[in-house]
């Protein structure tokens, strides 16, 4: 009999051991969180509400989306440039070491791996003599060996879907090869084809006409993600905003430049109506996405990244005036000065994430890929290289986990003005290298206070030499880890060349 009782209560000590498990596992595993990842194009820090209250351009939905999550204050593009980030984002590596440096997405030549000109090549080109750093020649395509964030997902179940300006290469590097189901407008350039209001000038067999005469690419592209969104609803998905805006051709609809033609004042640095007016495109955009998460009740169960691939162009110009200002801070996109890197950042994960909190942490593009793999409780592939950190520490206002936040741009972007120059910050401190720019053509240095001179103004390299080794010490570890192509004394430099000599 005690036998019997015994064997009873151990039977039922299992089955409430069984109970206990499956209820504990059940907490522990709710339903998959789906991603919806916005990404801006051009779109300067100081263009955004939450980063600037006094901007021109009326941005109420990524004020919205701030509202719901943290904003980072300190986030910044590997790239002043939109093809080298683009790729920092899909792989967690960093622009030097996939060698996609430059924007030539759109480029014909197909290009995988970065390499230096030959001498013969410098001499067949005459401009190269006048530059005193040889540059590396930069890939314009994203090679399919490299195991994107969008493959991971996929490879978990989840349903992908890429939305808009893609700027890594057509077939076969396009985004129906790089892990998304879905690729819609399936479109290779660096921005709408012909315009952003309808009709547009996409290749016929790509079969995207405008619903209506006169649609605006954003307003259809949300529709699209939508719809995508609508799809999937019952599944975990994996959706990439990515917008045409606010890149060129600068065009918008007339309604919204009549209105800002209304606001501007000549003594505003932001005074575009018509970049104004696609700000405005891309932010009812966002807010079609947003409407959608709420409707369809996936809200809760979504992160949400908000970010800009390079900061505002200050060169491009409409209609003569600048298209934005970054100012206070120096410079912009194709820049390494802080307009250039510094990016608008906000990230919504339900439950974990602080409504309307802020972020002081570094942040960069090349962290996305191993932060989501662990918001997602995912594993990142066996053998792929990371150069960007989990950001969750950040997110749950734990710890800063980047201790060093470095950009490498080793190219003269000749619109911007630069030469090649890779940046380290530190803290509040930031050295620039620029890259045989000197006299003799050695490395000429600029570093930066950032806490007290936010527009880096006043190169303080000088006065801080122990500083300077330090940080370029930094530079050359990094450079060396990352296996960069770093530009070298250019042998063949004879000087500035005159116009003449250059055609």
């Known amino acids: 009999m005690t036998r019997c009782r015994t064997l009873l209560w151990l039977a039922l000590l299992t089955l409430t051991a069984w109970f206990?498990?499956?209820?504990?596992?059940?907490?522990?595993?709710?339903?998959?969180?789906?991603?919806?990842?916005?990404?801006?194009?051009?779109?300067?820090?100081?263009?955004?509400?939450?980063?600037?209250?006094?901007?021109?351009?009326?941005?109420?939905?990524?004020?919205?989306?701030a509202s719901r999550g943290m904003v980072f204050r300190n986030a910044y593009s590997a790239s002043p440039v939109c093809s080298a980030t683009r790729a920092s984002i899909l792989t967690g590596q960093a622009p030097g070491r996939l060698g996609i440096t430059a924007a030539g997405g759109h480029i014909e030549r197909a290009i995988t791996k970065s390499r230096f000109r030959t001498p013969e090549e410098i001499a067949d080109r005459p401009k190269l003599k006048s530059r005193k750093a040889s540059t590396p020649v930069a890939a314009t395509r994203l090679g399919l060996e490299v195991e994107t964030l969008a493959e991971v997902l996929q490879s978990a179940g989840y349903a992908t879907g890429y939305f808009g300006k893609w700027h890594l290469g057509h077939e076969p590097?396009?985004?129906?090869?790089?892990?998304?189901?879905?690729?819609?407008?399936?479109?290779?350039?660096?921005?709408?084809?012909?315009?952003?209001?309808?009709?547009?000038?996409?290749?016929?067999?790509l079969n995207f006409e405008p619903n209506i005469p006169g649609e605006h690419i954003e307003d259809r592209l949300a529709l699209e993600a939508v719809a995508f969104m609508e799809k999937h609803k019952n599944r975990p998905f994996f959706i990439n905003y990515w917008a045409y805006s606010t890149h060129g051709p600068f065009d918008a609809k007339a309604i919204l430049v009549d209105k800002y033609v209304k606001k501007v004042h000549s003594v505003n640095a932001q005074r575009s109506p018509i970049y104004a007016a696609m700000v405005q495109s891309f932010d009812e955009a966002v807010g079609t996405l947003l409407d959608a998460l709420d409707?369809?009740?996936?809200?809760?169960?979504?992160?949400?990244?908000?970010?800009?691939?390079?900061?505002?162009?200050?060169?491009?110009?409409?209609?003569?005036?600048?298209?934005?200002?970054?100012?206070?801070?120096?410079?912009?996109?194709?820049?390494?000065?802080?307009?250039?890197?510094?990016?608008?950042?906000?990230?919504?994960?339900?439950?974990?994430?602080?409504?309307?909190?802020?972020?002081?942490?570094?942040?960069?593009?090349?962290?996305?890929?191993?932060?989501?793999?662990?918001?997602?409780?995912?594993?990142?592939?066996?053998?792929?290289?990371?150069?960007?950190?989990?950001?969750?520490?950040?997110?749950?206002?734990?710890?800063?986990?980047?201790?060093?936040?470095?950009?490498?741009?080793?190219?003269?972007?000749?619109?911007?003005?630069?030469?090649?120059?890779?940046?380290?910050?530190?803290?509040?401190?930031?050295?620039?290298?620029?890259?045989?720019?000197?006299?003799?053509?050695?490395?000429?240095?600029?570093?930066?206070?950032?806490?007290?001179?936010?527009?880096?103004?006043?190169?303080?390299?000088?006065?801080?030499?122990?500083?300077?080794?330090?940080?370029?010490?930094?530079?050359?570890?990094y450079l060396s880890r990352i296996g960069a192509f770093v530009p070298r004394r250019n042998p063949a430099y004879v000087g500035s060349i005159t116009v003449d000599a250059m055609k």
């Open 295 to 477: 409707r369809l009740e996936l809200a809760e169960r979504t992160i949400v990244v908000f970010y800009s691939d390079n900061g505002g162009s200050t060169y491009d110009r409409i209609h003569n005036v600048p298209a934005t200002s970054n100012a206070p801070l120096r410079g912009g996109k194709g820049e390494i000065y802080e307009g250039g890197i510094r990016v608008p950042a906000v990230v919504i994960w339900p439950g974990h994430v602080a409504p309307g909190s802020k972020s002081d942490a570094l942040l960069s593009s090349t962290d996305w890929y191993p932060t989501l793999l662990e918001m997602l409780n995912l594993v990142k592939p066996k053998g792929h290289i990371l150069d960007g950190v989990s950001q969750v520490p950040a997110f749950l206002s734990q710890s800063d986990p980047r201790a060093q936040l470095p950009c490498f741009v080793p190219h003269y972007f000749l619109k911007a003005g630069t030469v090649p120059a890779t940046s380290m910050r530190r803290g509040k401190w930031k050295l620039i290298r620029f890259h045989h720019d000197g006299d003799d053509q050695r490395d000429r240095f600029e570093l930066y206070d950032l806490e007290a001179d936010i527009g880096e103004r006043v190169n303080l390299a000088s006065r801080h030499p122990d500083r300077v080794l330090a940080l370029d010490t930094e530079i050359s570890n």
């Open 173 to 205: 590097y396009s985004p129906l090869e790089q892990g998304f189901d879905v690729d819609i407008p399936h479109w290779s350039g660096p921005g709408p084809a012909g315009s952003y209001t309808a009709p547009w000038q996409f290749p016929e067999e």
């Open 20 to 65: 206990l498990a499956g209820a504990a596992y059940g907490a522990e595993s709710p339903k998959k969180m789906n991603v919806l990842f916005i990404l801006v194009d051009d779109l300067g820090y100081m263009d955004v509400g939450c980063n600037n209250p006094k901007t021109f351009y009326e941005t109420p939905n990524i004020r919205r989306l």
